[in-house]
């Protein structure tokens, strides 16, 4: 078996980032903040607004089972930080219900 040197080149621009390995490219492009709306089982006092960093908290009932549903809403920066977000309601042992991009000011709440 013989080896084939390989290059590949990342290069970083206003619009993303471009990766091109052997003849294959992969772009990304430069994600502006995208606005979500997580809801949880259970009631998240207003204690926990400084956790998640800026975001809102609201409380609602499920018009599914009647229960009390959180809703955790705003601006992420990017994917990480939405994760980060769902690893604290992980680490909170909340359920999630659902998470849904959302419109600015278009929230359900």
Known sequence: MTNHPVTATLVASQDGLSFRFGGATLQTKKSARAFYEIRVEGTLGDIWLDWFEGLKICQET?????????????????????????????????????????????ETV
Do not use: C, M
């Not at 018009?63 to 977000?85: C, K, M, R, W």
């Open 62 to 106: 499920s018009s599914e089972n009647g229960l009390p549903t959180t809703v955790i809403y705003g601006a992420f920066a990017d994917q990480p930080a939405l994760h980060g977000a769902l690893v604290k309601i992980r680490d909170l042992n909340l359920t999630l219900i659902s998470v849904k991009r959302i419109t600015p000011g278009k």
